[in-house]
C-alpha cells in the first residue's frame, strides 16, 4: 500500500477509535442520569467502533502495511438529554461518513482496488448510522419532556443487540 494512503486509514482507525471513546462518555453521562438504556444503547455503539476500528487495522494488517496507533483525544463529557447525544451523534456520523468518503475517494487515486472495495463497506454501514441517529432524534424531539414516554424509550433502548 502507498504510504500517505497507509497514513490516511491510520488516521481513520484514531477516528473510529475516538468515536469509540465518545459513545463510551454518552453511556457514562446517560447512567449518571438514569437512563440505563440509553446507556446500553451508547455502549454497544462503542463496541461496533471498536469493531470497526479493528476490521481496520485488520485489513492493513492483512496487506502487510504498519498500523500506527495515535493518542486519542478528549471527548465531551456532559449532555443535557438523550435528544442532545443523539444530536451529537448525528454530526459525529456526517463527520465520520466524509472521512471515509475522502479516504475511499484517496484509495481510488492510489488505484487499490482491496481498499476500495474494504471502504464501500464502511460507507454503506455509515449511511444506516446516520439514519438511525436521524430517526433517534425525531423520537426524542417527540418525546420531549413526557417522563413517560423518555421511560418507554430508555426500556427499549435497553434491548438493543450487538
Known sequence: MESSLN????AQI???LWSAYLFLSMSVNASSKGLKG???WFYIQ????????????DHLDSINSKVYLYPIEGVPTEWDSPLEMFKHKLEHDKKISKSIHTTAIFAQEKEDQATIDFLAKFAKEQHKEENISRSMIMVFDAAQ????????LDKEL????L
Request: aromatic letters at 0%; a negative charge.
Open 14 to 16: 484514531n477516528i473510529e
Open 158 to 161: 435497553g434491548e438493543r443487540k
Open 46 to 57: 462503542h463496541q461496533k467502533e471498536l469493531s470497526d476500528a479493528k476490521k481496520l487495522i
Open 7 to 10: 497514513d490516511t486509514i491510520n
Open 38 to 40: 440509553v446507556a446500553h
Open 145 to 152: 419532556d413526557d417522563k413517560d414516554i423518555i421511560s418507554l
